[in-house]
């Protein structure tokens, strides 16, 4: 599914209104009624009622997003709802449909508070103790900059709540193109969010903000929500699962791929092993492994399934390791390189010959993109030889960019692409929401994984997994939304057993094949 920024969003609407002469009150009673459905199916039953004599405040700002929250609050009034609406503007500064709703609202036996000031705070305090569900319309993707000081006051009362919160397109507070949170913004459990969803619930402080999201088309039509101009994404299941590889009857280790995986070091072996489970998990046909001679014996005890390869070099690689590398690359279909490698300069050569002889995908990780960050021009060698794959973390695409990881944190989309396209390499710049970034421009997010996934061991599994993908024949781009999708779904599996810690690497690599199947079956 596409997602969009808040001009986008405008352009799809604009053009559903004037090609469609489709009314924007007809929308906004579309998404007030997408809403009234999110809150009817998410509130528990009390005896045989879903909403009837239950409780509802709704707080309503004064632009469109308001206007859909007082749609919502005349269906609530009329499904028997006690509905409190709390106006955190004059009725009179009202404007076009959200003033037709607040007319519509002012009809009914529904209640309504003008908030002028800190005046009506114990009111408010006292509406929202006893309301089940709260709805936030305060701002939608017109908001920019930090909330206004008296509201961030009642979101703080709405924050502290008990009822249920749903916020209407975003969560108030959230910026719609960043996902940036100035100081405080709602704490909903559910966003229900219009057309498509919007960049900031996959950036910034949004994801922590927004709950669950479901998204309503609202009766924009399908052509428009599928615009070939929109090139951000969010990988979900459908689009997953076609890209996964199907086995022959007749396949064979040979046609499931060969991958040479260039890991680990004295002190950093489980490097090497993790990354080569999250391979062999991830179905690949023949895992070579190569490794500094010192370790080599404990990378082979512990994981059985790998040929190891030792190159010269007690501790750590070094440019010996070429030869050794380019007799197991000549038949292999993909090579990843970095985990547990340590920083080591004479291995600098190495990685210049594999970006420019090697014409199979190659995967960068960890210590391999540290040690290119110091040469970033090294990129340029690979032009045209093949397809190139980067996974930094921020700290390691900060040292790529030569920035600070605070300036990467507040401008993960753009960097993402434009790193990407500048690079010609597929960029996975890992995060609470891992962004896939294509050198055509593209870039997904991914909506899987948990806080759990921050414990060591769990990138080295990622490399592993998309070097097995790309053996197997997956395209740069797909294998890296494949990898990143399924190791987070894999993390979602252990966190329904486990919550968001305790569970490992290991762990993480094991449910890989679980998690795959279930895609499969799920089709
Ligand atoms: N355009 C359409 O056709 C539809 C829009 N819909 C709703 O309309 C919303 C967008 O409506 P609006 O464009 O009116 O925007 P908002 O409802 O988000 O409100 C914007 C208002 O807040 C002001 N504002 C912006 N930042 C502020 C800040 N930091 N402090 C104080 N005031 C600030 C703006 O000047 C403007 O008056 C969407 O999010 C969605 O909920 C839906 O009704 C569906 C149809
Ligand atoms: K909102």
Known sequence: MRVVNAEQMRQIEEKAIHHYGIPSLLLMENAAWAVVEE??????????????????????????????????ARHLVFQGMDVTVLLFAAPEDYKGDAAINLRLYQGTEGKLFVIKGEKQRRLTRLALAQAEVVVDALFGIGMRGALPG????????????????????????????????????????????????????????????????????????????????????????????????????KGHKGTHGKGILVAGSKGMSGASVLAGRGALRSGIG?????????????????????????????????????????????KAQALAVGPGLAQNIDFVPVLEEILKNLSCPVLLDADALNLVALETS?????????????????????????????????????????????????????????????????????????????????????????????????????????GVYLHG?????????????????????DQLPKVRRALELKG
């Not at 459990?189 to 309503?216: I, M, S």
């Not at 080295?460 to 993908?469: C, E, F, M, N, Y």
């Not at 779904?489 to 305790?502: I, P, R």
């Open 489 to 509: 779904k894999a993390a979602d599996e252990l966190a329904n057993e486990y919550g968001w810690s305790g569970f490992t690497a290991s762990e993480v690599a």
């Open 378 to 482: 090294l990129l340029k060698l690979r032009n045209g030889r093949g397809p190139l794959i980067l996974t930094p973390h921020p700290g390691e695409m900060a040292r790529l960019c030569q920035c600070s990881v605070e300036e990467i944190e507040s401008n993960r989309l753009d960097i993402a692409v434009s790193k990407a396209v500048e690079w010609e390499a597929v960029v996975v710049l890992k995060g609470s929401v891992t962004i896939i970034a294509s050198p055509d421009g593209r870039a997904f997010f991914n909506p899987t994984g948990n806080p759990g996934l921050g414990t060591g061991g769990t990138g080295d599994v990622l490399t592993g997994s998309i070097l097995a993908w790309l053996a197997q024949g997956v395209q740069a781009l797909e294998a890296a939304c494949l």
């Open 39 to 72: 809150i009817r199916r998410c509130l528990p039953k009390n005896g045989n009622e879903r909403v009837n004599g239950r409780k509802a405040v709704i707080l309503v700002g004064k632009g469109n997003n308001g206007g859909d929250g007082l749609a919502v």
């Open 150 to 249: 008296l509201i961030e006051e009642y979101v703080e009362e709405v924050n502290n709540a008990p009822g249920w919160v749903v916020s209407i397109d975003i969560p108030s507070g959230v910026e719609a193109n960043t996902g940036k949170v100035y100081r405080t913004a709602v704490r909903a459990q559910a966003t229900v969010t219009f057309g498509l969803p919007k960049w900031g619930l996959f950036l910034g402080e949004g994801p922590e903000y927004c709950g669950r999201v479901v998204v309503d088309p609202i009766s924009i039509p399908e052509s428009y929500l599928v615009d070939e101009g929109i090139s951000t994404f969010v990988l979900m299941d459908n689009n997953v699962r076609g890209i996964l590889p199907v086995r022959r009857l």
């Open 286 to 330: 023949l895992l070579q492994i190569v490794c500094p001679q010192g370790i080599a014996k404990e990378v082979d005890a512990n994981v059985t399934e790998a040929t190891v390869w030792a190159a010269p070099g007690d501790e750590v690689l070094n440019e010996e390791a070429w030869p050794v590398i380019l007799r197991q690359a000549e």
